[in-house]
């Protein structure tokens, strides 16, 4: 294209006054999802000037995850619902987060894993750590970045009347709650495996049954590591607990929405008032024990990241399948090292190890 030239594929009556930061080709990959070794590639395709270029890495957003037909096959899902990215301008992860990501989708090879963003889905790569560590995530095949328009995501669904009645938005933990509301509904849509963003995964997840939760202590089972399957049980089992925690939504109460859902469900299939001090199965769901995904308790989540309590902690671990590290309880926002020694850094060396390269100096 010589200088002065409008794109082969520009059409004005089709395109409207042409942006010279537009693609005029045929429809390309989102940048959120060109791995590494493509982007040069993708960059090729545009036009070639320096304000164009800048525009395409800045203008391309994530493809929203309601315009697409996901293909079959396992998944597993996290949640960014911090809207955090909407303050920074940019798509934003932090290094417990992208751990977690890189852990689920090193172990898990032959899964999908899926990072949904609530925040407007602008990528933009300055070099920063947020943007070095998205980068490691997307040099796996199997790690997809979309984001999620809320009100598209819950349209014609059980859980859209928490929307447009505004309960979700008005909840009192409204972060805590949407990704309540979203972890329930993404199983129901899709089936697969959620997770939340503050874990380290140590074994595949085909180890594990279909359909499934986790205790935390032995009286309550908690929502951040759990599955469905697509059958038609565990269809059936994801609509019974997304239908719970519509009429028993609850802003005013932390655990309302999540833990308490899938712990009185888990109750009155298995028809106990005993607890889940051990794993348990009960018609094709199991409840798996503390030890398996919760092996430290949150009130001890220092365990994790000090060296002094490394070695006790090591031992409370030893048949864990995923450490949900409990990073929210950090509520004094203490800074850990990448060069401490400690339980979290010897792991994170181990199971994302491309994303730990990429730490500046802190977890």
Same mark, same amino acid.
């Given at each position: 294209? $010589?200088?002065?030239?409008?794109?082969?594929?520009?059409?004005?009556?089709?395109?409207?006054?042409?942006?010279?930061?537009?693609?005029?080709?045929?429809?390309?990959?989102?940048? /959120?999802?060109?791995?590494?070794?493509?982007?040069?590639?993708?960059? /090729?395709?545009?036009?070639?000037?320096?304000?164009?270029?800048?525009?395409?890495?800045?203008? *391309?957003?994530? %493809?929203?995850?309601?315009?697409?037909?996901?293909? %079959?096959? #396992?998944?597993?899902?996290?949640?960014?619902?911090?809207?955090?990215?909407?303050?920074?301008?940019?798509?934003?992860?932090?290094?417990?987060?992208?751990?977690?990501?890189?852990?689920?989708?090193?172990?898990?090879?032959?899964?999908?894993?899926?990072?949904?963003?609530?925040?407007? +889905?602008?990528? #933009?790569?300055?070099?920063?750590?947020?943007?070095?560590?998205?980068?490691?995530?997307?040099? &796996?095949?199997?790690?997809?970045? &979309? @984001?999620?328009?809320?009100?598209? &995501?819950?349209?014609?669904?059980? $859980?859209?009347?928490?929307?447009?009645?505004?309960?979700?938005?008005?909840?009192?933990?409204?972060?805590? @709650? $949407?990704?309540?509301?979203?972890?329930?509904?993404?199983?129901?849509?899709?089936? +697969?495996?959620?997770?939340?963003?503050?874990?380290?995964?140590?074994?595949?997840?085909?180890?594990?049954? *279909?359909?499934?939760? !986790?205790?935390?202590?032995?009286?309550?089972?908690?929502? /951040?590591?759990?599955?469905?399957?697509?059958?038609?049980?565990? #269809?059936?089992?994801?609509?019974?607990?997304?239908?719970?925690?519509?009429?028993?939504?609850?802003?005013?109460?932390?655990?309302?929405?999540?833990?308490?859902?899938?712990?009185?469900?888990?109750?009155?299939? =298995?028809?106990? *008032?005993? +607890?889940?001090?051990?794993?348990?199965?009960? %018609?094709?769901?199991?409840?798996?024990?503390? %030890?398996?995904?919760?092996?430290?308790?949150?009130?001890?989540?220092?365990? &994790?990241?000090?060296?002094?309590?490394?070695?006790? !902690?090591?031992?409370?671990?030893?048949?864990? @399948?995923?450490? @949900?590290?409990?990073?929210?309880?950090?509520?004094?926002?203490?800074?850990?090292?990448?060069?401490?020694?400690?339980?979290?850094?010897?792991?994170?060396?181990?199971? =994302?190890?491309?994303?730990?390269?990429?730490?500046? *100096?802190?977890?």
């Amino acid at each position: 294209m $010589a200088f002065g030239d409008y794109p082969a594929d520009y059409n004005p009556k089709v395109h409207g006054p042409y942006d010279p930061a537009r693609f005029y080709g045929k429809p390309d990959t989102p940048f /959120g999802q060109v791995k590494v070794g493509e982007i040069s590639a993708w960059l /090729g395709r545009r036009n070639k000037g320096p304000a164009a270029i800048t525009g395409a890495i800045s203008r *391309e957003s994530l %493809e929203d995850i309601s315009d697409i037909t996901l293909p %079959e096959g #396992k998944k597993i899902f996290f949640h960014e619902t911090s809207c955090n990215s909407d303050q920074t301008g940019k798509i934003t992860i932090n290094a417990v987060q992208a751990c977690s990501v890189e852990s689920a989708a090193k172990l898990n090879p032959d899964r999908a894993v899926y990072l949904l963003y609530l925040s407007s +889905g602008v990528i #933009k790569n300055e070099g920063s750590e947020p943007d070095r560590l998205l980068e490691a995530l997307l040099s &796996y095949n199997n790690v997809k970045i &979309y @984001h999620v328009d809320v009100m598209k &995501y819950v349209r014609d669904t059980p $859980a859209e009347v928490l929307f447009l009645k505004e309960r979700v938005q008005r909840s009192e933990y409204q972060v805590s @709650h $949407a990704s309540d509301v979203m972890r329930y509904l993404t199983l129901w849509k899709y089936g +697969g495996v959620y997770l939340d963003l503050d874990v380290i995964v140590l074994k595949s997840f085909d180890e594990l049954d *279909e359909n499934f939760s !986790g205790a935390q202590l032995p009286t309550e089972i908690a929502a /951040g590591v759990m599955g469905f399957g697509n059958s038609e049980i565990g #269809k059936k089992y994801a609509t019974d607990c997304l239908s719970d925690l519509v009429d028993n939504f609850d802003g005013f109460i932390w655990g309302a929405n999540g833990p308490d859902v899938i712990t009185r469900f888990a109750s009155k299939l =298995c028809n106990t *008032e005993k +607890g889940f001090d051990v794993t348990k199965t009960c %018609e094709n769901f199991t409840v798996y024990g503390p %030890e398996i995904f919760y092996p430290i308790p949150y009130y001890w989540w220092y365990y &994790y990241f000090d060296g002094v309590h490394k070695k006790a !902690g090591q031992n409370m671990i030893k048949n864990a @399948h995923v450490l @949900h590290v409990w990073k929210s309880m950090n509520t004094e926002y203490k800074q850990f090292r990448t060069e401490d020694s400690s339980i979290y850094t010897d792991y994170a060396k181990l199971f =994302c190890p491309n994303v730990f390269e990429q730490l500046d *100096e802190y977890i």
